[in-house]
């Protein structure tokens, strides 16, 4: 008899369904554990794991299978299944996503980031994501000025080197009479300590996460358009889940997801410059209305040139206007 339960035991076993075995799913996380995308991902993932009943394990790998500009063929070629990426690293792959970079639009992460989850679900953006799925997606807080020295008005940076990230950022920059150069904000600190630029077109996002307030005192809190980023997954990796991984999944993604990242970019944004205000010897300043409405008359050939070179550019500005408008409406 005991011989029979033995033998029903390791069948029972046998026949239990693939939804009880635990996927354990790499995730490259390029950015240091304590900034605050990362915390995001962390909740996510706890989520996700209770969700699932065990059925699913994120294990985070951090600053080693992958880095900001390599991230994205790290998920896409199966080296990771999961990863943080920033849509303007991947050169020529985002420019319908790259709405988001347009200068006046967003005020804060929050509304972007469900506004532009809601123009993907829309379709606008479905060719750009056929590589590698989104999980969530986000727009960073807005990029303002941080420089070695002061900025009291746009004309200032003139012959400036300034970080940017984005097709858009660069002709803002050329605009104002001022080089941009493409960097992930890992390297903005030794390039400004070195004198390789001279300040950056960056969110306070991290900022003193990365040491900036050591090497740029000076900054201009305008709003000169958002980044976007998307937790991304690998399409087989997503193909292989059970369904109870997949549900999971889901159920913690998408809008859920876009709006917790917009909860601690914004988050972290008020953390920072409050850190920032603090210090000595910094100093956070505005332009004028008058100056602010003349860069917006400035960068009128931006949005223009953005549109007509942009497949379907036009109907993406426009959902995306109406879809943030919906969003402070709280539609």
């Known amino acids: ?10 069948a029972a076993l ?13 995730f490259a996380a390029w950015a240091p554990p304590n900034v605050n995308v990362n915390l995001a991902q962390k909740e996510w993932a ?8 065990g059925a699913v394990k994120i294990e985070f790998y951090w600053e080693t299978l992958a880095n900001a500009r390599t991230v994205y063929d790290a998920v896409r070629n199966g080296v990771a299944d999961l990863g943080w990426i920033l849509q303007p690293l991947v050169p020529g792959k985002f420019p319908r996503t790259a709405v988001v970079e347009l200068p006046f639009l967003v005020a804060n992460s929050a509304e972007g980031s469900a506004a532009l989850w809601r123009i993907y679900e829309k379709g606008l953006l479905a060719a750009e994501y056929n590589e590698v799925r989104p ?3 986000t727009v960073l807080p807005p990029s303002v000025l ?5 900025i009291p008005d746009p004309e200032a940076l003139s012959g400036k ?15 104002l009479k001022a080089t941009g150069v493409q960097m992930p904000i890992t390297g903005v600190y030794e390039a400004v300590s070195k004198g390789v630029l001279d300040g950056s077109l960056s969110p306070w996002l991290g900022f003193t996460a990365f040491k900036h307030e050591e090497v740029m005192k000076f900054h201009v809190d305008v709003p000169l358009g958002g980044i976007g980023g998307m937790m991304g997954m690998n399409n087989k990796s997503w193909e292989s889940l059970s369904p109870a991984a997949k549900a ?5 993604s998408g809008a859920a997801l876009s709006a917790s990242y917009g909860k601690f970019n914004d988050a972290d944004v ?20 008058a100056q602010i409405a003349a860069l917006g008359k400035q960068f009128e050939t931006i949005y223009a040139g953005w549109a007509k070179e942009t497949p379907g550019g036009d109907a993406i500005l426009k959902s995306f206007r109406e879809e943030l408008a919906a969003v402070r409406a709280k539609k």
């Open 46 to 53: 706890a989520a996700v794991e209770k969700e699932s009943g």
């Open 135 to 137: 999980v969530g997606l």
């Open 270 to 289: 008020a953390e920072n410059m409050a850190k920032v205000r603090a210090l000595p010897g910094q100093s956070i300043t505005k332009f004028t209305d």
């Open 161 to 175: 080197k300034l970080r940017i990230a984005g097709r858009v950022n660069a002709q803002m920059i050329a605009s």
């Open 248 to 252: 999971a999944i889901q159920k913690h």
């Open 14 to 26: 046998a026949a239990a369904p693939a939804s009880a075995q635990t996927v354990t799913l790499k």
């Open 1 to 10: 008899m005991k011989q029979l339960f033995a033998w029903a035991a390791v």
């Open 146 to 150: 941080h420089s070695k020295t002061p």
